[in-house]
């Protein structure tokens, strides 16, 4: 079993900046492999959009085209962390956050597709105002 918990969303005015954390914990005795990490972002009445994922070893990364460049998705295994740098916020990245994790291999195509994410975390909200 794995525990996903979100931190770092809060209220900014547009242009500004957030580092979004998501701290990754195993039941005792968890023996299962090394997961991938994912962001995804939610608003009301709309789907799960995925917003960036990262590969254990970091030497994989992607990210939607409404976030290329301005946000930056890392980790930290030692600590169970993964990160979700966001600048240059816009009131359009106003959304519910979710870390989501998965053990399997997901490619260009199947990254940001929700379904296919085994855990995930209870979400943190980021407003952006105008």
């Known amino acids: 079993q794995v525990r996903l918990m979100e931190s770092g969303g809060g209220s900014v005015e547009e242009g500004g900046s957030l580092t979004l954390s998501c701290a990754q914990t195993?039941?005792?005795?968890?023996?299962?492999?090394?997961?991938?990490m994912a962001w995804f972002r939610q608003v009301p009445g709309k789907d799960r959009e995925g917003v960036s994922r990262?590969?254990?070893?970091?030497?994989?990364?992607y990210y939607a085209d409404t976030v290329k460049g301005r946000f930056t998705i890392s980790r930290d295994n030692a600590k169970n962390t993964v990160y979700l740098r966001m600048n240059n916020l816009k009131p359009e990245d106003t959304a519910k956050y979710y870390c989501?994790?998965?053990?399997?291999?997901?490619?260009?195509?199947?990254?940001?597709?929700?379904?296919?994410?085994?855990?995930w975390g209870q979400g943190t909200q980021v407003t952006v105002s105008p």
């Open positions: 989501a994790a998965d053990s399997g291999f997901l490619g260009p195509t199947t990254w940001a597709i929700a379904d296919e994410y085994n855990y």
């Open positions: 195993r039941a005792a005795g968890y023996t299962g492999g090394s997961y991938c």
């Open positions: 990262i590969n254990w070893s970091s030497t994989q990364v």
